[in-house]
């Protein structure tokens, strides 16, 4: 058993698929045309992180409640975690791409972390190991 994807609610789909395969470096891997279960034509898009087993599916925002959502879909909790082996290179990477984060990175007893915020607004931890 194991969870094949979560979905992350976006206002577009195309502007999103450049921030995760851009800004973060996930890999594209499935953008398929599909339909809404009352027949209207909507986009299967799964992003993932090179590697990774679970996946991202980006679904485009479809009515009030879900417009809503877009960013605030675990209340402004950190919803995602995104391990990476070395915390610095990859912390610099996406600044220089123009990712937001919320505050400078820190160490906690689990390792280097700081929080940015994906292109729809939701809270993500950028995890890495303690320095030596």
Avoid: C, H
């Amino acid at each position: 058993m194991r969870i094949d994807l979560v979905t992350i609610v976006v206002e577009e789909y195309d502007p999103a698929i450049a921030f995760f395969t851009g800004a973060l470096g996930f890999d594209l891997v499935e953008d398929s045309p599909a339909l809404t279960t009352d027949g209207r034509s909507k986009r299967w898009v799964v992003v993932r992180p090179p590697g990774a087993e679970t996946g991202i599916l980006l679904a485009r925002a479809d009515g009030e409640r879900q417009v809503a959502a877009v960013g605030n879909q675990v209340a402004g909790r950190v919803a995602l975690f995104l391990r990476v082996d070395d915390f610095d290179a990859a912390y610099a990477r996406m600044v220089s791409a123009g990712v937001r984060f919320v505050g400078a990175p820190r160490t906690e007893p689990y390792g280097r972390v700081a929080v940015f915020l994906d292109i729809a607004g939701n809270r993500w931890d950028l995890l890495g190991p303690t320095r030596p």
